[in-house]
């Protein structure tokens, strides 16, 4: 089956510092992955859609200067989260979308980076 | 280990009644979602059980039993929208979801 993976899997940093979590597509090509954020005991919550070759669209209420994503290629995506403060403590879950339209489109997630800002 | 098992794809006609169900291995448990994705779109949520019994919103129902590790989504009057792919994904000790290829449904008229 498709296997995405993320990287780190898990992060301690300090507050101020940015953060980078990388995203890939073992073996398929992804020309769309997605950033969610999982608070505890919370559903997923969708953070951004990344294009390759293209800007990132971002939810409402995501911040684009803080988060930074970038789809250089069609296998990898990363997620870096700039000054980093407490709050910004979560799990972080990628997903790669695999095929290009129509009805055999699937997503595939990531293990997920957990994010810890001290 | 950690596993999820449901069906890879199932078909249903529109107005009838389906089940899906999900059976799971966790290393603890802290609930069990249940998603909806369309093709092409992010997945959204659909329900949370944490408790064993039949959690019911609307035409959708999702049941839990913790001992048996088994949850099943329940969509009634199904209509052509509810085509798409139906992930179950129970939360382990450390509340980190674990997912599933999910579930493709198809509506026939």
């Known amino acids: 089956g498709a296997v995405v993976s993320q990287h780190p899997s898990w992060v301690i940093c300090k507050s101020g510092t940015s953060v980078k979590i990388e995203c890939r597509s073992l073996?398929?090509?992804?020309?769309?992955m997605f950033w969610y954020r999982q608070f505890p005991k919370q559903s997923l919550m969708l953070m951004a859609t990344?294009?390759?070759?293209?800007?990132?669209?971002?939810e409402q209420g995501v911040e684009k200067d803080k988060f930074l994503i970038n789809h250089a290629s069609l296998t990898l995506s990363t997620l870096t989260v700039t000054s980093a403060h407490p709050e910004d403590s979560s799990f972080y879950i990628c997903s790669a979308l695999r095929g290009n339209s129509g009805d055999s489109e699937t997503q595939y997630f990531g293990p997920g980076t957990r994010l810890l800002v001290l | 280990g950690q596993n999820i098992d449901q069906p890879t794809e199932m078909t249903a006609t529109e107005g009838a009644i389906v089940q899906i169900n999900c059976t799971y291995q966790?290393?603890?448990?802290?609930?069990l979602f249940w998603y909806q994705q369309h093709a092409g779109e992010a997945p959204t949520f659909l329900s949370y059980?944490?408790l064993d019994g039949l959690e019911e919103k609307g035409r959708f129902s999702s049941f839990l039993s913790r001992s048996k590790g088994y949850s099943y989504l329940l969509l009634k009057e199904l209509q052509m929208k509810d085509s798409a792919s139906y992930l179950c994904a129970p939360m382990d000790s450390n509340y980190q979801l674990i997912w599933g290829a999910g579930t493709k449904l198809i509506i026939k008229p």
């Open positions: 966790t290393s603890g448990f802290n609930g």
């Open positions: 990344s294009n390759e070759g293209s800007k990132a669209t971002y």
């Open positions: 073996d398929f090509q992804a020309t769309t």
């Open positions: 059980n944490v």
